[in-house]
Nanobody, 127 residues
Framework: QLQLVESGGGLVQPGGSLRLSCVAS?????????????VGWFRQAPGKEREGVAC????????NYADSVKGRFTISKDNNKNTAYLEINSLKPEDTAVYYC???????????????WGQGTQVTVSS
């Protein structure tokens, strides 16, 4: 199975920055590795539905962002390290959420495009 593990979350003050990591291991039942997968980052705030915030193509050459995070979030993918990143700058209290990475064959902000999910990492923005 393709497994994803997020890390890098924590408590940060408003205006601060974090870099989340998503490390992949294994392969799908068809033998497809992380290299061939697009990655999406999603978040779920308390009492809210999960939303897609950023996605990147398998090659790392194409990205897309939710309007609410454009200019502050940067997604990247290092296929040599089997790792995807989400750099978050100018953090706001409303960015508080559990952040998940997901892998799929098509890069999208839609949850249903992704078959493999990590367990999430908590980001809390508070003074």
């Amino acid at each position: 199975q393709l497994q994803l593990v997020e890390s890098g979350g924590g408590l940060v003050q408003p205006g601060g920055s974090l870099r989340l990591s998503c490390v992949a291991s294994g392969a799908t039942p068809l033998g497809t590795t992380f290299y061939y997968h697009a990655v999406g980052w999603f978040r779920q705030a308390p009492g809210k539905e999960r939303e897609g915030v950023a996605c990147i193509a398998s090659s790392g050459r194409s990205t897309n962002y939710a309007d609410s995070v454009k200019g502050r979030f940067t997604i990247s993918k290092d296929n040599n390290k089997n790792t995807a990143y989400l750099e978050i700058n100018s953090l706001k209290p409303e960015d508080t959420a559990v952040y998940y990475c997901a892998a799929g064959l098509f890069w999208s902000l839609r949850e249903d495009e992704y078959d493999y999910w990590g367990q999430g990492t908590q980001v809390t923005v508070s003074s």
